[in-house]
């Protein structure tokens, strides 16, 4: 059965970190439908002046961040010491686990183009020993077929295998199209699945999906992506539904609010932090 479209969220325009102006798609009111995606922001900018102040450093508990720039580039520095950047085309991927606290700066650059994933952890993971890896270019394999390629970012396409992480599957594609277009995917029904038009125009189903466009499917072993306009770039995520209970105040996601007034109580007692920092190579 080919998926269809189950729900769409546009995004829209705000400012988040120390003054970055971005694109926020997901958050916590789309948990349930787009689970275990629970953020997506989206950058795209030709004026420096709207994100080069950057992330400040800020704690995470609970999820895993995962960074993506097409165009630009992006650094990491964490408490423990780790200052690592990445540029055109490459992956941040860090599992804050039992808590971390990072921040990024975004220098100036011809064009800021990409998305910042938040993935949930399931409940038995949500204190695992945090890590840091980035994926470089060289790392992602690029996929041609009929009428454009894959860059396969994270997981698997078909034969070809990509990074992956250590808790939730996910396979994670960017998928470049061409004018007059069309791919299909095939995944199982139980999978959750959604895609980001990160750049143009496309449509599931016959149904029309604009640019910067957050689309859950429905259940299905299939899936067809058309491109009728111009060249499109379409990401692709495909993972496990966890279907448990989320508590979310600001960078900190747990599954209760005792939880969270503790990992908030950890953070004025300075004991957030509970192990060491793995760098992963």
């Given at each position: 059965m080919e998926r269809k479209v189950k729900k769409m969220v546009k995004g829209f325009r705000t400012v988040d970190g120390a003054g970055v102006s971005l694109v926020r798609v997901l958050g916590?009111?789309?948990?349930?439908?787009?689970?275990p995606i629970l953020m997506?922001?989206?950058?795209?900018?030709?004026?420096?002046e709207e994100y080069i102040?950057?992330?400040?450093?800020?704690?995470?508990?609970?999820?895993?961040?995962?960074?993506?720039?097409?165009?630009?580039?992006m650094v990491h520095r964490d408490t423990i010491g780790n200052n690592e950047a990445i540029g055109d085309g490459e992956v941040q991927w860090m599992n804050a686990g039992s808590g971390i606290e990072h921040e990024e700066r975004v220098p100036a650059a011809e064009r800021l183009l990409g998305v910042q994933l938040w993935l949930n952890l399931p409940k038995d993971e949500k204190?695992?020993?945090?890590?840091?890896?980035?994926?470089?270019?060289?790392?992602?394999?690029?996929?041609?077929?009929e009428s454009g390629k894959i860059r396969l970012l994270a997981g698997t396409y078909k034969e070809h295998e990509g990074f992956k992480g250590d808790h939730l599957p996910l396979d994670y594609y960017d998928i470049h199209m061409n004018k007059g277009s069309s791919i299909t995917l095939e995944m199982n029904p139980e999978d959750?699945?959604?895609?980001?038009?990160?750049l143009g125009e496309v449509s599931v189903g016959g149904q029309k999906i604009?640019?910067?466009?957050?689309?859950?499917?429905?259940?299905?072993?299939?899936?067809?992506?058309?491109?009728?306009?111009?060249?499109?770039q379409v990401l692709y995520m495909k993972s496990k539904k966890?279907?448990?209970?989320?508590?979310?105040?600001?960078?900190?996601?747990m599954n209760t609010r005792?939880?969270?007034?503790?990992?908030?109580?950890?953070?004025?007692?300075?004991?957030?932090?509970?192990?060491e920092l793995e760098i992963k190579k």
């Amino acid at each position: 059965m080919e998926r269809k479209v189950k729900k769409m969220v546009k995004g829209f325009r705000t400012v988040d970190g120390a003054g970055v102006s971005l694109v926020r798609v997901l958050g916590n009111e789309t948990t349930e439908e787009f689970d275990p995606i629970l953020m997506l922001d989206s950058f795209d900018s030709v004026n420096p002046e709207e994100y080069i102040a950057g992330f400040p450093l800020h704690p995470h508990r609970g999820i895993e961040t995962i960074s993506y720039l097409y165009k630009g580039k992006m650094v990491h520095r964490d408490t423990i010491g780790n200052n690592e950047a990445i540029g055109d085309g490459e992956v941040q991927w860090m599992n804050a686990g039992s808590g971390i606290e990072h921040e990024e700066r975004v220098p100036a650059a011809e064009r800021l183009l990409g998305v910042q994933l938040w993935l949930n952890l399931p409940k038995d993971e949500k204190m695992s020993k945090p890590t840091y890896r980035s994926v470089r270019r060289d790392e992602i394999k690029e996929i041609e077929y009929e009428s454009g390629k894959i860059r396969l970012l994270a997981g698997t396409y078909k034969e070809h295998e990509g990074f992956k992480g250590d808790h939730l599957p996910l396979d994670y594609y960017d998928i470049h199209m061409n004018k007059g277009s069309s791919i299909t995917l095939e995944m199982n029904p139980e999978d959750s699945v959604m895609i980001f038009t990160l750049l143009g125009e496309v449509s599931v189903g016959g149904q029309k999906i604009g640019e910067k466009t957050a689309v859950k499917l429905t259940e299905g072993d299939s899936l067809t992506i058309t491109n009728e306009g111009e060249f499109a770039q379409v990401l692709y995520m495909k993972s496990k539904k966890l279907g448990e209970p989320i508590a979310w105040a600001g960078p900190i996601v747990m599954n209760t609010r005792e939880e969270l007034m503790q990992a908030f109580s950890d953070l004025r007692r300075g004991t957030f932090i509970k192990e060491e920092l793995e760098i992963k190579k």
